[in-house]
């Protein structure tokens, strides 16, 4: 019998190995592109089903390539699979359909094809497991590692943090390691074999648990010391310039240290975490008054303008509310939103001049229509969150630009961003009325233009469901009454939407405006009316309310009427100034809610339902001087000092990254570059400091500013970075260089640290490596010292024998050893033969007369004999002399360190017992009397 | 040789590829992480490490407790077999009988200790340190109703490609950790055969008639010639007549024989089925083609052989040659394992072998060259079948692919890396001119067929 082909059997190993292998692999996957999901926005279309696509690949891969499969054919096919529907989508009709058509095809199929190669190495090479799992576990840990991702600060927080994220791809590749060289392919798996391995596995898991919750708490508080540390490297926000500000009544919040686009914990509103600086709340709610602060947040350039060259302002976003809580009458985020278009960026964590681009954005914007890239640079105040983005709508691109010395004290930070903006977006629509005869023209082109969409019939189904979609119950069915009332005569979309506002603008008989704008709408509180509520107060009641109150209405009216719209925060766009067009300052009462409509082929459209209120027209304080804008830098090193600066001002760089043109770039080769540092500013941190100060190994940031006067070299498309860099201009000419700050604490601080941190919780890598050293260095002493505890073991046991003839027996064992390891190995003989022909005539021991007399004991004559005694003990206590007196001291101990000699020892064949054979046993026997 | 002695050599490193290969990633992914973080922001580099200290202590401890258990479990095996007397039981097949290819052995060792979440493994040393795949010993093996197990066993397949007798001349454990970062190895000496027979391939057809008569059995169609003591003589005996003397013989040797009629025996009982192993052409004790045009010539040997059982004569199988006696193998004749263990001689040819008397059915091999088969077909009467095996095609050329092939590879045999090489050989430019000149002797006698091997 020999092994055939059998195909039921090999689909039961290949069912066995998809459940033991491909299984957890597609988990650990699936939990890697979460968190690569989390971190990279442009990855934004769903991490469920890029794991399907990816562990769809894998899966087919694997089983293709179990059964012994071609690569070169089957992958062959597959890029030709690829090609060809790539091909046929390149020819369907309607430009930004085959785009955004494209841009899914080639996400998936990129994954499904990286699926399937993971499915290879997993199904045919041997040992590929490592480097997959090595991969995951490295992304993985980039992914978790970000200071401003890990939400909990305590110790248990952080170890619970650290178990919950790191430990899968760390138990991953612990599991292949304990699994593959079960799973080996000549293994043949049966049920019962399959039975005890999944038992095995549990019980190798819990060992890994059990051995990470221990290791993670014992870490714990250098972790959390650690996470600290790196709270402390963020410079608080300048507290004591906040004004009282009453979070529980304001549209503001204190800013946290949450995830982006995650929902910030219950209760935890309000909480000062150290943060610093406001920020839109991410759940708003009609409360009964409103409560508003005059302190500036931000200001920026907006590179928006009419065609006369007049500002064109557009309201800055922060968050898309599309999900609402009807008991509590709150708008709060959801980001599984269909069509995500916000750009997942935290402009505090990007490095000066990195930039972060997500081109889903444009593609979810769902807008092909009187679209353009517009920029913007945004100066942050130390009132504001430094995580927060802010942008036009449609925001798909952020840098990190500096911010000019003299402004430092006002703005703490600053980004550049490029928005997807459309033309009919502007702050004038009910916020700033007519007056300007150019913008009542803009807004009825405006309205003409958007007349051209009829209906919603060709908008997406799932868009369509969930922007529509309205709470049920009696408040909403009036809702629903009104909507059909106010909108009865309009026949498209937008004068659905001009009704809505009409509806909002209405006066009553003396010319008045029915519904009024005012922070504090009161209580709901009328008894009589059983569903009494802010919104049904306001609608049916009172008609007063601030910018909530009308965002929130707005949206239930048009979703009523059948037009997708949402609720969007961010702060109201003012033109105040007109020394400097294009700059915007705004102030914390700028925060505002009103209501993005979504048009076909338009994308969505602010639409600002809230009624004027005269107060905030006016700045609070008129708008000062906007900061210089950075020039623009060629080229961004990000390297260490190998040198120090030489008097005539030049240092070398190593360096691995670049930003090229505000692009980035890895280098595949470190490079060193020398650079000239006699015109450049140099800032330890964000002070200024001397060239002196920098130290070989200091890690720095080197700017060179886009200058005429420099011979520029410009990217070449195609052309390996490495070699564009080898073209630089030699020395590089700087303008600033960053030192990077060192981490330094207070001293008060370090002595409360060093009393708080237990000795055992500040352990260095060299001490990690001294103790991991000993031990190891331990353990190999320890089984290099087996022989000689071997030795010791047997000349206690000959010392403390208590009848001469145990003396007897355990001399003959002692001595044996001895002499074996001394070097003289016994092979063939008997030991008689032994003892009479190499181990006399070698150390004259009297091994041989001992010999008959031990045999004579142990097999013929148990009675001792006179002489036997006296011979036995002076052979015992020879054994060791002898040998000494013969090879020397040290070469006696230096022999007991060989290992392999003393495993030969132990390691006898068959018939090489230290019994006696027969033969010798009669050889032995002296018969004669003494 | 040296090859393969540093193949066995390197089965005592104690350290695997695996723990190599992990140290080599780890401390990769350690250096990218290094490189490209520790110049980035503080605030992340100062938490990767903190995530990087706790994953690495708590890898090193598992490792090191993987470690110790595995050296604690070859402690253990070591002082239990001090003496020596750990006897290993070795089992191929089903009740012993395997065909060549991949073969499921079954090793089992009592007194071993298993590494915690480890594993023990096996592998049998053949001689000339030619060493096997690697037996996973996952079972245990308990006496009936007891709690603890006896001993430990697994099965494995093997690959045992070349139809004959193995030399089992040690059995290597490896006592294997957790995560497969060591092996430590123990070496028990063993003196075991084992064999593989020829592999079966699709039934034939093939029909002879037994040619002597040992026994009255069988009543055959044509009557077979049958013979006096010195092939057409007889010595004289009372009652011969005197005229049947044959004086020729008398005037030169003194002896005085007759001439006997030959009669026709319709009875037969035994089918002598005459496989001659008899090479000339090729160097058989030194080359790897031999070894494996013996390994084809064996399978259709015994093809050929359980084809002509079919027929329900009893039959007999004469050697050429003395085959290794097996121990514990009974006398009774088996004849599958002669023509597993029969190797190619050049001693006896095959005219000398095939008794023609007996013979009802002759194979031999294209290595029997053309003048010596010529020899013996004029005395082969022309009734008895006579097929020799092409063996210039008996190792595929590398061109020949199954049209699934291109798309799945198919199982690799130490066959196939012969396949080129085998190409380009004299031998088998020897085996193609023997065999043109063999197939117009066969053209001539009739009866007689030159076969394919890779048919």
């Known amino acids: ?930 | 040789m040296l090859f393969r002695r540093i193949l066995y050599w390197s089965n005592f490193t104690v350290i695997r590829w695996q723990f190599l290969i992990t140290l080599l990633a780890f401390w990769g992914a350690w250096s990218y992480l290094e490189s490209r973080y520790n110049q980035d922001d503080g605030g992340f580099w100062i938490m990767m490490e903190g995530a990087i200290r706790i994953i690495f202590e708590a890898v090193l401890w598992l490792c090191g407790f993987s470690l110790f258990t595995a050296f604690i479990a070859w402690i253990w095996f070591h002082f239990r077999n001090r003496n020596g007397d750990v006897q290993v039981k070795l089992a191929v097949g089903e009740k012993n009988r395997a065909e060549a290819g991949l073969v499921p052995v079954t090793i089992e060792i009592p007194g071993v200790v298993r590494p915690l979440l480890g594993t023990v493994r096996a592998r049998l040393v053949f001689s000339k340190m030619r060493l096997s795949e690697s037996v996973l010993l996952d079972l245990n093996v308990r006496a009936h109703g007891a709690l603890l197990r006896r001993a430990i066993k697994g099965t494995g397949a093997i690959e045992m490609h070349d139809r004959g007798i193995y030399d089992v001349e040690e059995v290597n454990i490896f006592f294997c950790d957790m995560l497969r970062l060591i092996a430590i190895p123990f070496t028990i000496p063993a003196s075991k055969q084992l064999f593989t027979l020829p592999r079966e391939l699709p039934p034939k057809q093939v029909k002879a008639y037994p040619n002597t008569t040992e026994e009255q059995k069988h009543r055959i169609e044509i009557p077979k010639r049958v013979e006096g003591e010195y092939l057409s003589y007889k010595d004289f005996e009372g009652g011969d007549d005197v005229r049947r003397v044959v004086w020729k013989i008398y005037a030169r040797t003194g002896d005085i024989v007759v001439r006997i009629p030959e009669t026709m025996d319709p009875y037969a009982s035994h089918l002598y089925f005459y496989a001659s192993f008899y090479n000339a052409l090729g160097d058989p004790d030194n080359s790897l083609f031999e070894t494996e045009l013996l390994n084809v010539y064996k399978d259709k040997v015994r093809n050929l052989y359980e084809a002509l059982q079919k027929n329900g004569f009893d039959m007999r199988l004469p050697h050429d040659q003395e085959t290794p006696k097996l121990a514990g193998m009974s006398d009774k004749k088996n004849e599958l394992f002669h023509i597993a263990a029969a190797s190619w001689q050049k001693t006896k040819r095959p005219d000398e072998f095939i008794q023609i008397r007996k013979a009802a059915f002759v194979t031999m091999s294209s290595a029997v060259p053309a003048e010596d088969i010529s020899r013996l077909l004029q005395n082969l009467p022309l009734h008895i079948p006579v097929v020799a095996f092409r063996l210039s095609d008996a190792i595929s050329s590398p061109l020949r692919l199954k049209f699934r092939h291109l798309f799945f590879r198919p199982r690799r045999t130490p066959a196939d890396k012969l396949r080129r090489p085998w190409t380009l050989s004299p031998l088998r430019i020897r085996l193609q001119r023997n065999e043109r000149e063999l197939q117009d002797i066969f053209k001539k006698r009739g009866n007689a067929w030159l076969i394919s091997s890779n048919a």
């Open chain 1, 1 to 930: 019998m020999s092994i055939a082909p059998n195909t039921s059997r090999n689909v039961f190993q290949l069912m066995i190995r998809l459940l033991f292998e491909v299984l957890p692999t597609a988990l650990v996957i699936f939990l890697t592109l979460r968190f690569v999901n989390v971190s990279f926005s442009g990855f934004d279309t769903g991490y469920e089903k890029q794991a399907l696509y990816f562990n769809l690949g894998m899966a087919i891969a694997y089983s293709l390539y179990f059964f012994r499969a071609r690569f070169i054919i089957t992958f062959g096919l597959l890029l030709l699979t690829y090609w060809i529907i790539a091909f046929i989508i390149g020819k369907l009709p309607g430009e930004f359909d085959v785009f955004r058509a494209m841009i899914s095809f080639r996400l998936y199929a990129t994954l499904f094809i990286g699926g399937w190669i993971a499915g290879f190495l997993l199904a045919r090479i041997r040992f590929a497991y490592i480097i997959i799992s090595v991969f995951l576990a490295v992304v993985t840990l980039i992914h978790i590692s970000g200071a401003d991702k890990i939400e909990a600060g305590t110790a248990d927080g952080l170890k619970a943090y650290f178990l919950l994220n790191a430990l899968p791809v760390v138990a991953y590749i612990l599991y292949m390691l304990f699994l593959a060289p079960v799973l080996a392919n000549l293994v043949v798996m049966d049920a019962k074999r399959a039975g005890k391995l999944f038992f095995r596995i549990i019980l190798f898991l819990a060992v890994v648990l059990l051995v990470f919750i221990w290791q993670t708490g014992k870490h714990k508080k250098d972790l959390q010391a650690r996470w600290e540390k790196t709270q402390q490297e963020t410079p608080p926000g300048d507290k004591g310039q906040q004004q009282p500000y009453d979070e529980k009544h304001g549209l503001l919040e204190r800013g946290r240290r949450d995830q982006p686009g995650q929902k910030p914990p219950e209760g935890a509103q309000g909480e000062d975490d150290g943060e610093g600086g406001y920020r839109l709340k991410d759940s708003m709610s009609m409360s009964d008054r409103m409560s508003q602060a005059d302190y500036i947040m931000f200001c920026s350039k907006l590179k928006n303008y009419f065609p006369d060259g007049s500002p064109k302002p557009l309201y800055f976003v922060y968050h898309y509310l599309t999900k609402y809580d009807p008991a509590r009458e709150t708008f709060t985020r959801d980001t599984a939103m269909p069509f995500n278009d916000e750009l997942h960026v935290d402009p505090a964590s990007l490095p000066m001049y990195r930039m972060r681009s997500d081109s889903t954005v444009i593609k979810n914007s769902l807008a092909t229509k009187s679209r353009k890239v517009i920029e913007a640079e945004v100066y942050m105040s130390s009132n504001t969150w430094k995580h927060a983005l802010l942008g036009p709508g449609g925001t798909f691109s952020c840098q990190s630009i500096p911010v000019d010395s003299s402004f430092g004290k006002i703005f703490r930070s600053a980004y550049k961003i490029k928005s997807y903006a459309s033309d009919l977006n502007n702050a004038y629509f009910v916020y700033n009325p007519s007056a300007n005869p150019m913008i009542e023209a803009y807004q009825h082109q405006r309205f003409e233009e958007l007349r051209e969409v009829e209906n919603y019939a060709d908008a997406d189904s799932t868009l369509m469901a969930y922007y529509t979609q309205m709470p049920t119950g009696r408040l909403y069915d009036s809702i629903h009454a009104l909507a059909a009332r106010i909108t009865k005569d309009a026949e498209t979309p937008v004068d659905k939407v001009i009704a809505v506002r009409d509806f909002f603008l209405q006066t009553d008989k003396e010319g008045n405006r029915i519904f009024r704008y005012t922070l504090t709408t009161g209580p709901p509180g009328d008894p009589n009316i059983p569903n009494a509520s802010m919104l049904w107060n306001f609608l049916f009641r009172t008609h007063r309310g601030y910018c909530t109150y009308y965002a929130g209405a707005s949206i239930f009216l048009l979703r009523a009427a059948g037009i997708p719209c949402r609720f969007t925060t961010g702060f109201a766009t003012i033109d105040r100034s007109d020394k400097n067009k294009g700059w915007y300052w705004f102030y914390a009462s700028q925060a505002h809610a009103w209501t993005q409509v979504y048009f076909p082929e338009y994308g969505w459209l602010d639409f600002d339902m809230t009624i004027g209120n005269e107060d905030q027209r006016e700045a609070p304080q008129p708008d000062g001087t906007p900061p210089l804008p950075p020039p623009e830098p060629w080229i961004v090193i990000q390297g260490k000092a190998a040198t120090e600066a030489t008097p005539a001002k030049s240092l070398d760089v190593t360096f691995g990254k670049i930003i090229f043109f505000n692009e980035d770039y890895q280098l595949r080769k470190i490079t060193t570059l020398e650079i000239n540092a006699s015109v450049c500013r140099v800032l330890y941190g964000k002070k200024d400091t001397t060239l002196s100060a920098i130290q070989p190994g200091d890690s720095i940031f080197v700017v060179s500013y886009h200058d005429a006067a420099k011979q520029i070299p410009i990217p070449r498309p195609g052309v390996d970075i490495d070699r564009q860099v080898g073209d630089f201009p030699k020395p590089l000419v700087a303008d600033e260089i960053h030192i990077k700050p060192k981490d330094e604490l207070k001293p008060e601080e370090e002595e409360k640290r060093k009393k708080k941190e237990k000795p055992e919780d500040a352990l260095t890598w060299q001490q990690i490596l001294l103790r991991t050293g000993i031990a190891m260095g331990s353990l190999l002493l320890l089984i290099l010292l087996i022989p000689s505890f071997i030795f010791l073991w047997l000349l206690m046991r000959t010392g403390v024998a208590g009848t001469i003839k145990k003396k007897a027996d355990r001399a003959y064992r002692f001595a044996l050893f001895h002499f074996h390891m001394a070097g003289d190995e016994r092979g063939n003989e008997t030991p008689l033969q032994y003892a009479e022909n190499k181990i006399d005539p070698t150390y004259n021991a009297g091994f041989t007369d001992f010999m008959r007399r031990y045999l004579r004991l142990k097999y013929s004559s148990p009675e001792l004999r006179q002489g036997d005694a006296e011979a036995i003990k002076a052979f015992s206590s020879n054994v060791r002399p002898a040998v000494r007196r013969k090879r020397g001291f040290f070469n006696v101990i230096s022999a007991y360190f060989n290992l392999a000699r003393a495993y030969r020892y132990m390691h006898r064949r068959p018939g090489e017992t230290d019994k006696p054979a027969e033969t010798e046993l009669f050889d032995g026997l002296d018969t004669k009397p003494e």
